[in-house]
């Protein structure tokens, strides 16, 4: 498969000449909505012949239970797990349920295995520290809760659970890591994988609530497998930047191998990326999480112009809307998943973690595909 970027003068047809493909064969492979509205910066995919023999890895797509069906259905054939999006509990250790008797049902059908996460959101979309201490600090609430789980991943058919605590309280960081030894060794004994979601971490000492509490090498040895979230540099309230730049996404890694085997590791990987309005102002601006797709279909609508960061290896553009307000895009394309793929092969990674597959990225898959063959269990 070879990326190749649009230039100035491109048409979807001169590219299939160029490279000798059929463009109803280009258009295919794409997935193109609207092949002859192509922007300069677009990354477009063109299929080869032959290849290397590609490693095996996990790839985790997390999802909502809310999912459009047709959306996981395509995504099925790239996944070997899916982790439905949260189960919540309450003090006492009884389990909140998620309606999730059909996405589990459509992973089957694909031979994909779904996950339980389990965390400590509240209704109101935030993680309370004030749950994650009243459970961690009471062990009657505890073996509740692990029977509970135990009982509704034996009914449901799921083959693990992923812990997403996070801004655990500092002073629970030896009782968090008591929990997540705790809670593997009982669900491993009844034949069920453990995974714990673990903020993006540089050093050991790293202050800050996100990352106080999650103690790698414990963490690590603990469960299973890990989760690395190295995405959201960018995000709703923050400056403009890229959501995963490859730069600060490989000082997370570096640590991270100091700490964890890389065969229990996922690399998290973003599904999205953000329209912010320009000016940015600080505790005011709020960006809005867009699609990948979508953000290339807003350069067209705007005559925008793609860009791309050598450093973050990541796409970006500027554009003006109606009202003539500025606004400046970050997003992924083949050549940033590509990077991602690339640290995934160079530090020997288990697999990569998703968050998450709500909106289909076909781009994304192809590279996921034409770099590695995505383990089935």
């Known amino acids: 498969m070879i990326i190749y970027v649009v230039k100035s003068g491109d048409t979807i047809t001169s590219i299939g000449e160029r490279y000798g493909v059929p463009v109803e064969e280009l258009i295919a492979y794409n997935q193109f ?19 290397e023999p590609r490693r ?23 996944l070997t797990f899916g982790t439905l999006f949260t189960y919540g509990f309450t003090p006492d250790g009884t389990l909140i349920p998620i309606p999730d008797e059909i996405p589990i ?8 295995e779904p996950f339980l996460l ?34 509704t991943m034996t009914s449901k058919g799921y083959y693990g659970l992923d812990i997403d605590f996070e801004y655990v309280l500092p002073e629970d960081k030896e009782a ?17 994988k453990v995974m714990v979601a673990l903020a993006p971490k540089t050093s050991a000492d790293q202050p800050g609530l996100l990352y106080e509490s999650h ?6 040895a603990a469960a299973d497998w890990v989760l690395l979230m190295t995405y959201e540099w960018g995000y709703t309230y923050g400056p403009p930047m890229a959501v995963a730049p490859i730069n600060k ?9 100091t700490e964890i085997p890389p065969e229990k590791i996922f690399m998290g990987i973003p599904n999205y990326g953000y329209d912010w309005t320009l000016p940015y102002i600080r505790g005011e601006s709020r960006a809005r999480s867009i699609g990948n797709v979508e953000a290339v279909e807003i350069a067209a609508k705007h005559g925008a112009v793609i860009e ?70």
């Open 308 to 377: 791309y960061d050598e450093m973050a290896q990541t796409p970006y553009f500027y554009y003006s809307d109606e009202l003539g307000t500025e606004h400046v895009v970050w997003f992924e394309d083949a050549r940033s998943i590509q990077a991602k793929m690339d640290l995934i092969e160079e530090y020997g990674f288990y697999g990569a973690g998703y968050w998450n597959i709500m909106k289909f990225f076909p781009q994304n898959w192809l590279v996921v595909e034409n770099n590695f063959t995505v383990k089935k269990i």
């Open 33 to 51: 909505e609207n092949p002859e509205q192509l922007v300069v910066g677009q990354t477009i995919l063109i299929p080869q012949e032959g290849g």
């Open 105 to 112: 049902g459509i992973m089957k059908s694909g031979q994909v």
């Open 118 to 151: 389990l965390s400590t959101l509240t209704t109101e979309g935030v993680f309370s520290n004030s749950l994650a201490h009243s459970m961690l600090n009471d062990e009657e609430a505890q073996d509740k809760l692990i029977e509970n789980l135990l009982e």
């Open 215 to 220: 103690n790698y090498e414990r963490l690590g």
């Open 176 to 192: 968090y890591s008591r929990f997540v030894e705790k809670v593997t060794e009982r669900l491993n004994q009844e034949g069920f």
């Open 249 to 257: 996404v490989r000082e997370v890694l570096d640590y991270a191998v």
């Open 56 to 78: 095996e890895i996990a790839v985790n797509g997390y999802m909502y239970p809310y999912i459009n069906p047709e959306i996981l259905r395509q995504t099925l054939p790239y």
